[in-house]
């Protein structure tokens, strides 16, 4: 890493060490750790405050992320509040099969609704520690990042104004949708991609979750999901053809298919609301390699999308934000670079396991509804040696519970 030189503009210009670019669980926890380490840094987001706090997405925490967020003094409202889930059930053959993974592993996952996680860390950030976070920003660009030089324009949507931020770095933390990654050039980085050529019909219920745990319905018909995010709304998913329209999908048909789906024998029907939230996605993934160009650190979605297959997005997004906001502030406190050289390596061999295993499980899911014998055949099979292989049982558990000692 080379050292910084000085800003012959800062004496005209607004310079900040760091600008973040997004105001997500990434770009927050980065922000926050710059200002526990006494680095300034300015957000831009460009939401309202309101919306990054109330938008429905994830909701599965894995446990290392809140021990490493509570390490931070940032999870004390999780611990509070989020349940622990301690199983997942796969439902197949008309049986129901409980995975008890905490029994096995002693570890289990929180369930805790991204919406207040942001507000949380926006707390944390703005409130608590007094960060500068510009929400409702537009037209936010990225300039000179070849540079040791860089800077962030953006227009303050308040008073129409443009502003330009110098910096020394940016972290580009603004989701699949954002325009960090792609203020990159051409051929600079690889982006790898993968499309399952699956849609997944995502839903949200206002109705409590039918199950303590999270199941998955692995049936002819297709995949289905049911995951708790509250005590009043549940998440479920159904397997539908890729750009398939949520039109398609009546109340009606919904409960129909989830119904057949996830129905088992000794189980509870489930408990039937209002679909509140009804949207297609295409199940695909991308990875950045590496995810830095120049003084530009990629971190969360923007630097890798996981489908929602095995609930890694939002855990990977915190990995990254733990290993850039420690090695920025390593960096611009101690001019110790190694962190920040690291980074990508460091991230993408995380990055990757997920991926991996998000593609073994999606096989699973997907398994059985393709219309071919032999792939069905296969499928049953290795959900069956999960259960009967202890063997298979820890290396499923060690996964999906993303406890490996080195990954
Ligand atoms: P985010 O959360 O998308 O935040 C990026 C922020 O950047 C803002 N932004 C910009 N700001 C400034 N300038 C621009 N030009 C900008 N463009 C965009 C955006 O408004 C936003 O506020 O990215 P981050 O921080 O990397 O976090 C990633 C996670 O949000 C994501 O991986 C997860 O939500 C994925 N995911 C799940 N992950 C899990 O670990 N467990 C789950 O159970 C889980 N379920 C899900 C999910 C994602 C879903 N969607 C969105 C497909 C369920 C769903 C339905």
Known sequence: MTTISPHPESRSLPHVPVVVVGAGPAGLT?????????????VLETESRETVETRPRAGVLEEWAVRALERRGLAGRIVERAQAHTACEFRF????????????TGRHHYVYPQPLLVADLAREFVDVRGGDARFSVRDVELHDLETDRPSVSYTCSRTGQQRLLL???VVGADGAQGVSRAAIPEGAVRIARHDYGVGWLSLLVEAPPSSDCVVFGIHPNGFAGHMARSPEVTRYYLQCPPG???????????????????????????TEGPLIEKRVLDLHDYVVEPMTYGRLFLAGDAAHLVAPIAAKGLNLALHDAFLLGDALAAYLTGGDGEGLDRYSETGLRRVWDYQEFSQWLSD????????????????????RRLFTSPAAAAAFAEQYLGTAAHY
């Open 30 to 42: 980065v922000g926050t750790l710059l200002r526990d380490a006494g680095i300034d840094c300015v």
């Open 93 to 104: 053959g008309g049986e129901a099969y409980r995975f008890p993974y905490e029994e096995l």
């Open 167 to 169: 910096c020394d770095f």
């Open 244 to 270: 398939d329209s949520p039109h398609h999908w009546t109340h009606t048909r919904v409960w129909h298919e989830l119904r057949t789906r996830l129905e088992a024998a000794g189980r509870p029907p489930l």
């Open 364 to 383: 699973v899911y997907h398994g059985t509804s393709g219309g071919d014998p032999f792939r069905a055949g296969t499928t049953l099979a290795r959900l």
